[in-house]
């Protein structure tokens, strides 16, 4: 037996997403910490882990909540792509100051 939503969606399948979601965060938060093993150029502090941390959890809320409310595909992905948007944004500004 399959659980559907109000969209037609299984359940089953959005879990899919939300894991690979959630697993591309923890993944992006892990590439410093072992890049940081092998090389001397990666030198993240506590504050720059935490920052990330605090953004794609962030922006993976957002995510969350965008697909949760918004009620038509091109919507939700319009306001993903946002969201993806304004962290690459951050990030690089964060990264090296460019505004």
Not at 28 to 37: S, T
Request: aromatic residues 10%.
């Amino acid at each position: 037996m399959t659980l559907t939503n109000d969209n037609n969606q299984t359940r089953r399948g959005l879990n899919g997403w939300r894991i690979a979601g959630w697993g591309a965060v923890a993944a992006i938060l892990l590439a410093p910490a072992v890049a940081m093993q092998f090389s001397s150029e990666v030198a993240w502090t506590a504050s720059d882990f935490l920052f990330a941390g605090v953004l794609l959890t962030g922006a993976g809320a957002l995510i969350e909540l965008a697909v949760w409310k918004a009620k038509s595909m091109p919507l939700r992905i319009a306001l993903i792509l946002a969201v993806v948007a304004a962290v690459a944004l951050i990030w690089a500004d964060g990264a090296v100051g460019i505004f």
